[in-house]
C-alpha cells in the first residue's frame, strides 16, 4: 500500500511521494510549486543532463537524483510521477511510468500523435491510475471565471471565439507553431465551450525556417455550429495574448497581457429583428456599458498541482485529464493535416 492510500496515524493525509523527470524550461516551476505544498513529497527527479540535476541539488538538496528512469520507477517508493521534459519524450517517458503503476502528470501536449494519445488513455484506464496534462490555462482563474460567466447566461449564446497569441519569436525548428502555442489556445476552447470541434481547416506559411510554420491560422468547427479562429505566430511586432468571445447577448474580451483588468465585457450586439422589416430598413444595433469584473488572480501553475495531488489522493478525474489531452492532440495534428492539404478540412473526431 502506497503512502497516499495509508495515509497518517494522525487523521491526516500522507503527502503524495512524487517523483520529477526533466529540470530543463519548465521542470523548475513544477518543482517550486511541489515543494511549497504541504501534501507533495518530492522524492527523487531524474533528467539526461548532469548540470540540471546539479541546478536541483543546489536548490534541494534534499531530493535524491539519478539520469536512469528505469532505476527511479523500480528503486523509489513513489506514488506518482511529474513528466516535464521534450514533447517528443512524452510517450515513452509516461508509457513506463504507467506501466509501473504510478500516477502520471504529463506537460503538454499529451504526445505528437493522436494514436500514442489513444494508447496512453487505454493504459491509464487499465492500470487503474490518474493521467493528466498539463493544459495549464485551464486552471487560469480567469479563465473559470468566463467559464461560469457563460454558463449563467448573461453572455447569451456563445456564437464565435477567436484567439491570438503572437509574438517576435522565440523561434523553434523542431515543432512548428501551432505545436508550440496552440496547445494553450485549443485546450482553453475546448473547455469554455464544452465540446470537441468535428473539423478544422487550416493555412500557414514556413516565413523563417523552411518547413516549420511559423504562421498559422486556425478554423475549428463545432457540432453545434459555434465556431472558433486560432491565430499563433513567432513573427509578429505584438506580443498578443487574446481571447475574444461573442455571444448573442454581450460579448467579452480576455487580455491576459494587462497585468489585473484582464476581462472587458461589452454590452452590444444586434437588436432583435422586427417580425415584418419595411424595404430600406436595417437591423439595429445595440450599445451598451462596458464593464471590467474584479477577478482575484492566483498562480494557474499552483492550482494545476494542487489539483493533480488532490486526483491522486482521492481518485477524481482530472479536469484536464487524458482524454482531454487526446482531443488537443487530434486537433493540432489535423491542424497539420489541413495545412499540408492546403487548407482542407479535417475531422477531429476520437474516441476511447
Known amino acids: 500500500m502506497s503512502a497516499v492510500d495509508a495515509g497518517r496515524t494522525d487523521g491526516g493525509s500522507a503527502p503524495v511521494r512524487v517523483g520529477v523527470v526533466g529540470f530543463g524550461y519548465w521542470g523548475p516551476n513544477i518543482v517550486r510549486n511541489l515543494d511549497r505544498l504541504g501534501d507533495a513529497e518530492i522524492v527523487v527527479a531524474c533528467d539526461l543532463s548532469e548540470a540540471n540535476l546539479g541546478k536541483l541539488a543546489q536548490l534541494y538538496p534534499y531530493v535524491e ?3 536512469d528512469l528505469d532505476a527511479m520507477l523500480a528503486d523509489y517508493d513513489l506514488d506518482a510521477v511529474v513528466v516535464v521534459t521534450s514533447a517528443p519524450s512524452h510517450y515513452v517517458i509516461a508509457s513506463k511510468v504507467i506501466a509501473a503503476g504510478k500516477h502520471c502528470f504529463v506537460e503538454k501536449p499529451l504526445t505528437l500523435t493522436t494514436e500514442d494519445s489513444e494508447k496512453l488513455v487505454r493504459a491509464a484506464d487499465e492500470a487503474g491510475v490518474t493521467l493528466m496534462v498539463g493544459h495549464l490555462m485551464e486552471y487560469h482563474s480567469a479563465i473559470n471565471w468566463i467559464k461560469e460567466y457563460i454558463a449563467g447566461g448573461d453572455l447569451g449564446d456563445v456564437l464565435y471565439v477567436y484567439m491570438q497569441r503572437l509574438n517576435l519569436g522565440k523561434v523553434r525548428t523542431e515543432e512548428n507553431a501551432f505545436w508550440s502555442l496552440a496547445p494553450h489556445d485549443v485546450s482553453i476552447v475546448l473547455y469554455l465551450l464544452g465540446e470537441a470541434p468535428d473539423y478544422v481547416s487550416a493555412n500557414g506559411a514556413a516565413y523563417v525556417t523552411p518547413g516549420v510554420h511559423d504562421t498559422v491560422f486556425a478554423n475549428l468547427h463545432f457540432p453545434s455550429g459555434k ?54 430598413e436595417d437591423l439595429t444595433l445595440r450599445f451598451g456599458d462596458i464593464s471590467v469584473p474584479w477577478v482575484p488572480l492566483k498562480e494557474p501553475l499552483a492550482i494545476e498541482v494542487q489539483h493533480f495531488l488532490d486526483c491522486c ?40
Request: no cysteine; glycine share 10%; charged share 30%.
Open 227 to 280: 465556431m472558433a479562429n486560432i491565430h499563433v505566430s513567432w513573427l509578429d511586432p505584438h506580443k498578443v495574448r487574446k481571447l475574444t468571445v461573442v455571444g448573442t447577448r454581450k460579448m467579452l474580451v480576455f487580455d491576459d497581457m494587462q497585468a489585473t483588468e484582464k476581462i472587458w465585457i461589452y454590452d452590444r450586439g444586434v437588436g432583435e429583428p422586427k417580425k415584418a422589416m419595411a424595404y430600406g
Open 65 to 67: 537524483t539519478t539520469t
Open 313 to 352: 489522493r482521492d481518485g477524481q478525474t482530472p479536469r484536464s485529464d487524458g482524454r482531454d489531452g487526446l482531443r488537443v492532440v487530434r486537433v493540432l495534428e489535423a491542424v497539420d493535416e489541413s495545412m499540408a492539404a492546403g487548407g482542407a478540412p479535417v475531422t477531429t473526431s476520437v474516441e476511447v
